[in-house]
T-cell receptor, first 113, second 112 residues
Framework: ETGVTQSPTHLIKTRGQQVTLRCSSQ?????VSWYQQALGQGPQFIFQ???????GRGNFPPRFSGLQFPNYSSELNVNALELDDSALYLC????????????FGSGTRLTVV | SQQGEEDPQALSIQEGENATMNCSYK?????LQWYRQNSGRGLVHLIL?????REKHSGRLRVTLDTSKKSSSLLITASRAADTASYFC????????????FGDGTTLTVKP
């Protein structure tokens, strides 16, 4: 059984650019949730995908978008990057939209300069 | 705004001592989870307690839940230097099931 893997681990982008972050969910999990964690704060819910459909969204602007693929892997896309988008982006997988304890990836550290 | 709030924000203890962290939340929940995070990496799920449970144990961890006070506590007994990490509570709200909301965490330092 594999855990959740995220790529890349670190990324530096320039303000205004676009970025795509990737996540492979744990084997058997069909739900992926994305979180943004700013330094010194707790993770903030961005959105959740279940069977390739968005299933709930947090308080993030439309320039944050996502996809889930038939194998339940997922992408997070952020357009028109702003300095405040600098954060650790965490992917968490679970089963059937329930949360009996997420399995998290190690995250992607995004720095916007 | 965060659903859960941990208290204290930071805690420093000696190895062998017990560490207690508290979490308060605002709305009705299905369950509450505790996670650990080392040095800004991914979170590791520690324990989940359902809304109809009052206490749960896992190894050196003990979690209590008081739904009337909308609060939970995490006790780590006989702490070790390796327990140094940030600890977060997350609530799975009844009205937003499956999308957990995290607090800002307690940073625990265990001195050898």
């Amino acid at each position: 059984e594999t855990g959740v893997t995220q790529s890349p681990t670190h990324l530096i982008k320039t303000r205004g650019q676009q970025v795509t972050l990737r996540c492979s969910s744990q084997s058997g999990h069909n739900t992926v949730s994305w979180y943004q964690q700013a330094l010194g704060q707790g993770p903030q819910f961005i959105f959740q995908y279940y069977r390739e459909e968005e299933n709930g969204r947090g308080n993030f602007p439309p320039r944050f978008s996502g996809l889930q693929f038939p194998n339940y892997s997922s992408e997070l896309n952020v357009n028109a990057l702003e300095l405040d988008d600098s954060a650790l982006y965490l992917c968490a997988s679970s089963f059937d939209r329930t949360n009996y304890g997420y399995t998290f990836g190690s995250g992607t550290r995004l720095t916007v300069v | 705004s965060q659903q859960g709030e941990e208290d204290p924000q930071a805690l420093s203890i000696q190895e062998g001592e017990n560490a207690t962290m508290n979490c308060s939340y605002k709305t009705s929940i299905n369950n509450l989870q505790w996670y650990r995070q080392n040095s800004g990496r991914g979170l590791v799920h520690l324990i989940l307690i359902r809304s109809n449970e009052r206490e749960k144990h896992s190894g050196r961890l003990r979690v209590t839940l008081d739904t009337s006070k909308k609060s939970s506590s995490l006790l780590i007994t006989a702490s070790r230097a390796a327990d140094t990490a940030s600890y977060f509570c997350a609530t799975d709200a009844a009205t937003n099931a499956g999308k957990s909301t995290f607090g800002d965490g307690t940073t625990l330092t265990v001195k050898p």
